[in-house]
T-cell receptor
Framework: ETGVTQSPTHLIKTRGQQVTLRCSSQ?????VSWYQQALGQGPQFIFQ???????GRGNFPPRFSGLQFPNYSSELNVNALELDDSALYLC?????????????FGAGSRLTVL | KNEVEQSPQNLTAQEGEFITINCSYS?????LHWLQQHPGGGIVSLFM???GKKKHGRLIATINIQEKHSSLHITASHPRDSAVYIC??????????????FGKGTLLTVNP
């Protein structure tokens, strides 16, 4: 079975720009969740997508948005980038709610905002 | 105060030693996850548990729901076990089992 793939692996943006990060889900998984991990910190939950709808969100502003596609892959979009958005962005797929099921993580997308 | 606290923050051991990493949390939970993160970022799920004890190879995870505490043990540690170990909990309030709250992680270094 295929794992979770994220792209791009690294990218550099400037303040005010917009970014789109992509995530495939593992075969058989229908839920994708996204996390932000600042350097030296634990990950923070951004949101979860199930059946192409956001069905749970952490403490992140609306400029963080996402999509899930019929094949269960997902995108994370961040508008009006700020310096503090520099982080490793991780996605994970699961068979059902992220908290209640085993997660398969991607390797992450490292975003630097200058 | 963070909802999830891990100790120690850093741990250095010699190959072969028995390792214990602790996780305490302050909210009622439906599940607790132990994760391993290697340099470069990739995270691997080690255990998900809601009661008792689970074992996989040299790794053992235990949880005490009443005391809101979990431990991850590594027997016969090896340099390849060097990584950051992260505890995460899923709160059981208000149907929020989609959400995970993470600890800051424990950096384990096992020297040969």
């Amino acid at each position: 079975e295929t794992g979770v793939t994220q792209s791009p692996t690294h990218l550099i943006k400037t303040r005010g720009q917009q970014v789109t990060l992509r995530c495939s889900s593992q075969s058989g998984h229908n839920t994708v969740s996204w996390y932000q991990q600042a350097l030296g910190q634990g990950p923070q939950f951004i949101f979860q997508y199930y059946r192409e709808e956001e069905n749970g969100r952490g403490n992140f502003p609306p400029r963080f948005s996402g999509l899930q596609f019929p094949n269960y892959s997902s995108e994370l979009n961040v508008n009006a980038l700020e310096l503090d958005d520099s982080a490793l962005y991780l996605c994970a797929s699961s068979r059902g709610a992220a908290g209640a099921n085993v997660l398969t993580f991607g390797a992450g997308s490292r975003l630097t905002v200058l | 105060k963070n909802e999830v606290e891990q100790s120690p923050q850093n741990l250095t051991a010699q190959e072969g030693e028995f390792i214990t990493i602790n996780c305490s949390y302050s909210v009622g939970i439906s599940a607790l996850h132990w994760l391993q993160q290697h340099p470069g970022g990739g995270i691997v799920s080690l255990f998900m548990l809601s009661s008792g004890k689970k074992k996989h190879g040299r790794l053992i995870a235990t949880i005490n729901i009443q005391e809101k505490h979990s431990s991850l043990h590594i027997t016969a540690s090896h340099p390849r076990d060097s990584a950051v170990y992260i505890c995460a909990v899923s709160p059981n309030s208000g149907g929020s089992n989609y959400k995970l709250t993470f600890g800051k992680g424990t950096l384990l270094t096992v020297n040969p």
